[in-house]
């Protein structure tokens, strides 16, 4: 079994540019805040537990994963998660980036006024001016709307509406996965107790009533 994962990551620009850097996206001119810009950065809110950051967010259709930058990491004291195996990431000229793929975070919180997501994000070396790359998957699954009044961008199309609230970003269910179960690494870290009543199996769905007998009163 190979010991590196691999996979690649465009960032920032056209291959054309004869410019290489080592880092995932590259500075050029100074960005705005908002979507007419040279640019696409966008300032958001990124939660990490209960604390709440502004972040500089560019929205990049060459980038194939989400990114978030080392710097920032270690500024707001975000969680770090070391992969297994280091997986390769590259920018724009094809080049691995030095210190990428190493760690990921755990899932976080980015607002934009009312919407939110949930995102993972690959750590690795970045452009200073931002914190985060938002890939062109993220952008095709949320996209943005542009007030024709002026340069603020909006994610207020139908879907984000109905579905990246900050209720549905907090809302907790729970999925059976039989293969799940089956893994040789799987344990029992607690189980859920049905409360008293007359027929307890009236609050336990049937798919799980063979497991009643483990359970006690």
């Not at 410019?19 to 100074?30: D, F, R, V, Y």
């Not at 931002?130 to 699954?141: E, Q, V």
Request: aromatic residues 6%; glycine residues 6%.
């Amino acid at each position: 079994m190979p010991q590196v994962q691999a996979f690649m990551i465009i960032c920032g620009t056209s291959r054309k540019r004869k410019m290489e850097e080592s880092s995932a996206g590259t500075p050029t001119k100074k960005a705005k805040s908002l979507i007419g810009g040279q640019r696409p950065i966008i300032e958001m809110v990124l939660h990490n537990g209960p604390r709440k950051n502004k972040v500089k967010v560019l929205l990049d259709t060459g980038c194939s994963i989400s990114l978030i930058n080392q710097e920032t990491v270690r500024r707001l004291g975000v969680r770090r998660i070391p992969h297994a195996h280091p997986i390769r990431i590259e920018n724009y000229t094809g080049n691995a980036v030095p210190d990428a793929g190493q760690h990921h975070t755990p899932p976080l919180r980015l607002q934009h006024q009312d919407h939110y997501t949930t995102e993972e994000f690959e750590i690795s070396p970045m452009d200073p001016e931002i914190d985060i790359f938002l890939p062109f998957d993220w952008i095709t699954k949320h996209a943005p709307q542009r007030r024709w009044t002026s340069e603020e961008v909006q994610f207020n199309s139908p879907a984000c509406i109905q579905n990246c609230t900050k209720h549905k970003r907090v809302e907790f269910s729970l999925t059976w996965d039989e293969d799940e179960c089956k893994e040789a690494s799987a344990r029992l870290i607690g189980y859920v107790l049905a409360v008293a009543s007359e027929n307890p199996l009236d609050l336990i769905p049937e798919e799980f009533r063979q497991y009643v007998g483990v359970m006690g009163k």
